[in-house]
T-cell receptor
């Protein structure tokens, strides 16, 4: 299947700093990428939908000024957690959908474990 | 909106068969996915159903009934490595995926 690479896999940062997470589709082009957050023992919650060349669409309750999403190319989307706080500690996962067909599943990156201390 | 229900936890014995059910309500159905997720890892794709019926893939099978808003994932010849969370996800007409809460499966010897 297609490969989505997410980096870094783990990051520890201090409160108040910003963290950038990258999501790359390695062997296909993705007009749409999705960012999820997953707290322990809970399911994936969609944070935002990232569309190449346009503004991201955020789900209700997700602060767009805190979680900055940039989708500058068909193979790269970034999520920046700004002014991170301990409550932002979570598992962040991206997924990407191949432009060639809507009947393909979204492929997931490996996830990023963010710990804010 | 969308509502997806699946059992929180299940336990089964190595070598046995287990069925994980998923019921959903959605505005505009456009496919149902099953994913496996081991602790600390991202989900991996298992199956996709968009038409009614059974899709078989090795030890795993998935069934869909659109009229009943119902799907199940069937795991045969259970192995210890099958201990994981299994996520049911429904895609709506706008191609948005919504995940159920996941079912934590524990396989015992």
């Amino acid at each position: 299947g297609a490969v989505v690479s997410q980096h870094p896999s783990r990051v520890i940062c201090k409160s108040g700093t910003s963290v950038k997470i990258e999501c790359r589709s390695l062997d296909f082009q993705a007009t749409t990428m999705f960012w999820y957050r997953q707290f322990p023992k809970q399911s994936l919650m969609l944070m935002a939908t990232s569309n190449e060349g346009s503004k991201a669409t955020y789900e209700q309750g997700v602060e767009k000024d805190k979680f900055l999403i940039n989708h500058a190319s068909l193979t790269l989307s970034t999520l920046t957690v700004t002014s991170a706080h301990p409550e932002d500690s979570s598992f962040y996962i991206c997924s990407a959908r191949d432009v060639r067909g809507e009947n393909t599943e979204a492929f997931f990156g490996q996830g990023t474990r963010l710990t804010v201390v | 909106g969308q509502n997806i229900d699946q059992p929180t936890e299940m336990t089964a014995t190595e070598g046995a068969i287990v069925q994980i059910n998923c019921t959903y309500q959605t505005s505009g159905f456009n496919g149902l996915f099953w994913y496996q997720q081991h602790a600390g890892e991202a989900p991996t794709f298992l199956s996709y159903n968009v038409l009614d019926g059974l899709e078989e893939k090795g030890r795993f099978s998935s069934f869909l009934s659109r009229s009943k808003g119902y799907s199940y994932l069937l795991l045969k010849e259970l192995q210890m490595k099958d201990s994981a969370s299994y996520l049911c996800a429904v895609r709506n007409a706008g191609n948005m995926l919504t995940f159920g809460g996941g079912t934590r499966l524990m396989v015992k010897p």
